[in-house]
């Protein structure tokens, strides 16, 4: 009961203090407010960018590695015509780590090329990426199906002329029909559209989306493009690892062994292909969250003294100006902690008022349309904004609250 009295006393005067000098408290919260703004801002804004990040490259899958011609990340210094006589990774490569990876949970080899023509009578649209998949497609990435179905395995291992579209090629095509069991045209050859993806939408990074792709088994694209050539459609195997393997480093290593085996390689010889993971291209962004974590830390700090001060100052006037109730709250009886509580707690809530008005200018900025930008302000963030605001509070607080408890009570009621 002693708490739940002294907060609502010291919110009473808290709001007093805004009320009856209300332009001075404004000035010093501003420091606070703006603080507060800085820090999370740019928090919310990393957070939401590599969520965002995140989200553009969900087409690569989690927990997956890559095994392909080009790495993501090129070694310093090493000459481009190191990569670029690499042989193309082969359909022959991946049913023999198909069938001896024993750290793999699924595995898969999928070929792609990209701004090809898909045609439907008169109708046509280009740019779109032609995928070839197998089977195990669908255990590494969601393939979210709106209507119909994956291809059936008859269908993989006879090479069956099906398909499955996307919704810019579903709007194109067939913009007032159900495109299922309709035919469309690749490179002179039909196909029977037996399944349509779910609408994906715009990504930050405008990587290859559902929306604008054409899945066909890996077999019937062999039949119209070249794999596993230099100049053929650019193939990669994808394998997902177990639980157990932490960091897929044993997942890695067996890949590396086995792919050094079947291409022949001695000992001293380099790698010929690549083993890529999606998460490489966030971890090269980092250092740019953190100029960005850093300048906001930066402003937020200093701006936040300005306001931890103007607080100080708001409590030391406040103190001079209630010296007298002060005195007679003690000789009623309050005791000293009861006096440092009350001065204390109305310190937190003014500092606590300045950030929230910083936290709600955040939440403002989260409804600006910026794109395909999306801007979210998360919990985490909400609870450091608050939790910054109460230590400077406390700090801010501290010592005038201190004063006003050790004020002895016969003179506290003179000096009214």
Excluded at 67 to 80: L, Q, S
Excluded at 126 to 145: F, S
Excluded at 236 to 241: D, E, R, T
Aim: proline fraction near 3%; charged fraction near 20%; include cysteine.
């Amino acid at each position: 009961m002693l708490f739940i009295k002294l907060v609502l006393e010291s919110f009473r005067f808290a709001l007093n203090a805004l009320t009856h000098n209300l332009t001075r408290t404004i000035l010093s919260l501003t420091g606070v407010t703006i603080g507060i703004f800085a820090i999370i801002a740019a928090l919310t804004v990393v957070d939401s960018l590599k969520a965002n990040i995140k989200d553009s490259l969900s087409f690569l899958g989690t927990e997956v590695l890559y095994v392909e011609k080009w790495p993501y990340i090129f070694t310093p210094n090493a000459p481009w015509w190191e990569y670029q006589k690499r042989p193309m990774i082969t359909f022959n490569e991946y049913k023999y780590l198909e069938a001896n990876l024993k750290n793999a949970s699924d595995i898969c080899v999928f070929t792609v090329t990209g701004g090809r023509t898909i045609k439907r009578n008169s109708n046509s649209i280009g740019g779109i990426d032609l995928l070839g998949v197998t089977e195990g497609h669908t255990g590494l990435y969601d393939v979210d199906l709106e209507r119909g179905r994956f291809f059936s395995n008859r269908e993989i291992d006879y090479a069956s002329n099906a398909a499955i579209i996307g919704h810019k090629i579903k709007n194109a095509l067939f913009p007032h029909s159900d495109p299922i069991g309709n035919e469309i045209v690749i490179r002179g050859l039909k196909y029977t559209v037996i399944g349509l993806m779910k609408e994906s939408g715009e990504t930050l990074l405008n990587t290859p989306s559902n929306d604008e792709s054409v899945l066909i088994p890996f077999g019937s694209f062999r039949k119209i493009f070249y794999t596993g050539k230099r100049r053929g459609a650019y193939t990669l195997i994808a394998v997902k690892g177990n639980e157990n393997d932490v960091g897929l480093i044993e997942l890695e290593n067996e890949v590396r062994g086995l792919m050094r085996n079947f291409r022949g390689l001695r000992p001293k010889d380099k790698d010929d292909f690549a083993i890529n993971r999606p998460e490489a291209i966030t971890n090269q962004l980092q250092g740019v969250f953190d100029v960005l974590t850093t300048a906001g830390w930066f402003i937020g700090i200093f701006s936040i003294l300005v306001g931890a001060f103007g607080i100080a100052n708001i409590m030391f006037v406040t103190v001079s100006e209630r010296t007298g109730i002060i005195g007679i709250q003690k000789s009623l009886g309050a005791k000293n902690y009861f006096i440092l509580f009350q001065f204390l707690f109305e310190a937190i809530f003014l500092s606590l008022i300045g950030g929230g008005f910083g936290l709600l200018l955040v939440y403002l900025g989260t409804f600006i349309d910026l794109g395909s930008f999306v801007l979210t302000l998360m919990v985490k963030n909400i609870v450091l904004g608050i939790g910054i605001s109460t230590f400077v509070g406390v700090a801010s607080g501290i010592i005038p609250a201190l004063m006003a408890a050790r004020l002895d009570p016969v003179v506290a009621i003179r000096a009214n």
